[in-house]
């Protein structure tokens, strides 16, 4: 009787294909997944970025890209997304540099100052990020065009998710509750309207920039704590609510 | 009952196994012989024409005869059996693959093969489109068919181009197997549109492509594939079996080419497949490997020659 019982299986054994390009979690065990990029496109892509400024994000700065690097024209066939790969590539090498601003994650303790918050390393961060579009800022209307093409915005939109969750994950949030998911979308939303802002800003250093930002924060933070106060009397009015209904003998 | 009684000898006409024996598919005949049981030796390779195994020796031949008798009405046939979509295929695989485009405005322009080309529908389509879009009059592309009366055809229809004997378009008989004439790292675009199916070798097809493009060139296939979604598949299997060989016998008069053609659609690798024979030649293939056409029917399958690392 060399009968084995098999276990039912929940799903089915699934091909050991292609390791998933993301991950949507830190982790300090496992090396980060591979990202979208293989290092022939990297090299390529590597090579375009500074011709963004003069060229802008079209396939003629891809083209040249190649060329840099070594290849031929005809190699731009590797992006079957054209030009976007330039904005994707932005995207995700520009979230990935994040993580060098050590003085903003880990700031080395000061005597007598008090050590900087998680809510001012994400105005900070933040902040950084932006300053990463300095250089093709003037550009950046062509990827917001290529960005709102159907076929491209879940890419986009997944590359936006994952910078709000770098960015409070570089700062040190904790936090296991639903205020995980407000956080991020708020931030996301206070990015994505500042970035916008930014590329018709022509004040010196950015400036008008850095005060619509601000004023974005605080608004969160204004609607932040109004909804707090909203939800608090909610549930005290409902409770009590309840109570005066058990009172008058009602079975709930 | 009318239309029933006009119908049904048309259906019963689509289905192969009415056939009457002395149908015009000459072909089967020999192919009953070779899967007699006195099997051809063992030590014989063999291949598939279609759903029938033949010795790798007879396929070209038989291939051969096939597009010899469809040359003349290849086209309209393609348009009958695909309802015109191929054209949209054509055009977007010429489009995805941009040719003529350059990093300079004096660049020397794109060399071009377009293998199996024989009518030069997607040639003439790559020159419109490295002259018109990308600007580069000097982009060149040589049409290679193994069949030479196909070539005949693409060489009638060139007349009425601007490419007409122009230094721009070359032709060439030749196997797509071995293309001693061309010179090893000399083609920026290799494409093959339709065609890699009826090749009787394709690895060693793949290996030549590999060959003759330029580190970082670029390799280009064009072909019907594998339906994804299995409602969609069941209807086009339908369409596939049933009236395709039918066109065939009412407007080219020819019935065996097409089943042949069905057939060869059928045993074609899938996507994953042709995917990784691709790789396996050594290829870098972009994103996933290909892109499906009209929920699969065809696929376009592209690679990219690395770079030798210096």
């Given at each position: 009787m060399a009968t084995r019982t098999r276990l039912a299986r929940l799903?089915?054994?699934?091909?050991?294909?292609?390791?998933?390009?993301?991950?949507?979690?830190?982790?300090?065990?496992?090396?980060?997944?591979?990202?979208?990029?293989?290092?022939?496109?990297?090299?390529?892509?590597?090579?375009a970025i500074p011709h963004i400024p003069t060229h802008g994000f079209t396939h003629t700065t891809l083209s040249i890209g190649a060329s840099d690097a070594g290849y031929i024209a005809a190699s731009t066939n590797l992006f079957p997304n054209g030009a976007f790969s330039l904005v994707h590539y932005h995207l995700y090498t520009q979230r990935l540099a994040l993580a060098k601003h050590q003085h903003i994650i880990s700031p080395p303790p000061r005597e007598g100052e008090k050590p900087i918050g998680i809510g001012g390393k994400v105005k900070a961060l933040t902040w950084e990020r932006l300053m990463g579009n300095k250089e093709i800022i003037h550009r950046w209307q062509e990827a917001l065009a290529l960005i709102a093409q159907p076929s491209h915005l879940p890419t986009a939109i997944s590359e936006l998710s994952s910078l709000s969750d770098e960015i409070w994950?570089?700062?040190?949030?904790?936090?296991?509750?639903?205020?995980?998911?407000?956080?991020?979308?708020?931030?996301?939303?206070?990015?994505?309207?500042?970035?916008?802002?930014?590329?018709?800003?022509?004040?010196?250093?950015?400036?008008?920039?850095?005060?619509?930002?601000?004023?974005?924060?605080?608004?969160?933070?204004?609607?932040?704590?109004?909804?707090?106060?909203?939800?608090?009397?909610?549930?005290?009015?409902?409770?009590?609510a309840l109570n005066v209904l058990r009172s008058k003998g009602v079975r709930i | 009952m009318v239309f029933r009684s006009i119908v049904r000898p048309l259906l019963r006409a689509s289905k192969p196994q009415y056939l009457p024996a002395r149908s015009p598919r000459c072909f089967s005949k020999s192919a009953r012989l070779t899967e007699s049981p006195s099997q051809p030796s063992n030590h014989e390779r063999t291949t598939h024409f279609g759903f029938e195994t033949v010795p790798e020796a007879e396929k070209e031949a038989r291939v051969a005869g096939v597009f010899?008798?469809?040359?003349?009405?290849?086209?309209?046939?393609?348009?009958?059996?695909?309802?015109?979509?191929?054209?949209?295929w054509k055009d977007h695989f010429v489009r995805s693959l941009n040719p003529g485009s350059s990093s300079s405005p004096n660049s020397p322009g794109w060399k071009m093969l377009d293998i199996a080309g024989g009518t030069g529908d997607i040639a003439f389509r790559l020159l419109d489109h490295a002259t018109n879009i990308n600007n580069s009059p000097s982009?060149?592309?040589?049409?290679?068919?193994?069949?030479?009366?196909?070539?005949?055809?693409?060489?009638?229809?060139?007349?009425?181009?601007?490419?007409?004997?122009?230094?721009?378009?070359?032709?060439?008989?030749?196997?797509?197997?071995?293309?001693?004439?061309?010179?090893?790292?000399?083609i920026d675009l290799y494409t093959v549109a339709f065609g890699i199916r009826n090749?009787?070798?394709?690895?060693?097809?793949?290996?030549?492509?590999?060959?003759?493009?330029?580190?970082?060139?670029?390799?280009?296939?064009?072909?019907?594939?594998?339906?994804?979604?299995?409602?969609?598949?069941?209807?086009?299997?339908?369409?596939?079996?049933s009236a395709i060989p039918l066109i065939g016998q009412l407007v080219a008069g020819d019935r065996a080419s097409y089943q042949y053609l069905v057939e060869s659609i059928e045993k074609f690798p899938k996507q994953e497949e042709f995917r990784d024979m691709i790789k396996d030649a050594g290829f870098m293939v972009p994103g996933k490997g290909w892109e499906d056409l009209t929920g699969g029917i065809a696929a376009i399958h592209k690679g990219v020659k690395p770079i030798e690392k210096p």
């Open positions: 799903w089915p054994l699934s091909k050991p294909s292609a390791l998933p390009l993301i991950r949507p979690y830190h982790s300090y065990d496992h090396p980060p997944p591979p990202g979208p990029f293989n290092p022939t496109e990297s090299s390529i892509l590597e090579a994950f570089l700062s040190g949030d904790t936090s296991v509750d639903t205020s995980w998911y407000t956080k991020r979308a708020s931030l996301s939303a206070i990015y994505a309207a500042t970035e916008l802002f930014m590329t018709t800003d022509k004040s010196p250093n950015f400036d008008d920039t850095r005060d619509f930002l601000d004023r974005r924060f605080k608004d969160v933070q204004i609607v932040g704590g109004t909804m707090g106060s909203v939800t608090q009397w909610a549930g005290f009015t409902a409770t009590a | 010899s008798n469809v040359a003349a009405s290849y086209d309209t046939m393609n348009d009958f059996m695909s309802l015109g979509i191929h054209r949209l982009s060149t592309i040589t049409i290679s068919d193994i069949n030479p009366a196909m070539l005949a055809e693409g060489k009638k229809r060139s007349l009425a181009t601007s490419y007409a004997n122009s230094p721009r378009l070359s032709f060439l008989v030749a196997n797509a197997e071995e293309l001693e004439t061309i010179e090893s790292n000399s090749f009787t070798n394709k690895e060693k097809a793949l290996r030549e492509a590999f060959r003759v493009l330029k580190p970082g060139g670029v390799f280009a296939c064009l072909e019907f594939s594998g339906v994804t979604n299995p409602l969609f598949d069941a209807v086009y299997k339908r369409w596939s079996f």
